[in-house]
């Protein structure tokens, strides 16, 4: 038990921290690109530095707290969920579930982090469908590797 207990722990730590550092460059990103549509001029160099500075202060200082809040709630909800339809073992609907957990996940922490702030969006590169839509797969990719993670196998007959 504690041992599956660790296990999810950990799954759930390392799906938060590679769901904020894809969410952080994919934001950074989707600045640079925002930035060129408007006539700015960013080299390859300057985007470097902007997506290395926004994984060091941007993803490890403020976006992976929330991050690792959101998915917490739904990686739980998700869990219980696989748990009362005696799911918890087919790979597929953990995909299924954990994928869809964490989608609405990020786009509830977005939805929320902008009412809360005044209806300011603080994730720059989410202000928009595209931004948006990036940081939701963001969120779909740490369930995927979450539900891969925490993946049980059968018991063997011996």
């Known amino acids: 038990m504690l041992r599956a207990i660790t296990k999810w722990i950990l799954a759930w730590l390392g799906a938060a921290v590679l769901t904020a550092l894809l969410g952080s460059v994919f934001s950074s990103l989707r600045v640079i690109a ?27 200082m403020l976006y ?33 579930v954990f994928g869809v957990a964490g989608a609405v996940s990020m ?13 300011t969006q603080l994730v720059a590169g989410a202000r928009d469908g595209t931004g948006l839509f990036l940081q939701i797969l963001a969120g779909i ?16 007959d011996i």
């Open 34 to 60: 925002l930035l060129e549509n408007i006539g700015g001029s960013v080299s390859f160099g300057q985007g470097l530095s902007m997506v290395f500075y926004d994984l060091f202060y941007f993803a490890k």
């Open 64 to 96: 992976l707290g929330f991050v690792s809040l959101g998915l917490l709630i739904a990686f739980g909800a998700g869990s219980l969920l696989l748990l009362v339809l005696k799911l918890r073992m087919k790979l597929f609907f953990r995909i299924i």
């Open 107 to 119: 786009g509830v922490m977005l939805w929320a982090m902008k009412n809360v702030f005044f209806g």
């Open 141 to 156: 990719i740490g369930g995927l590797a979450f539900a891969i993670l925490t993946r049980q196998k059968p018991p063997r």
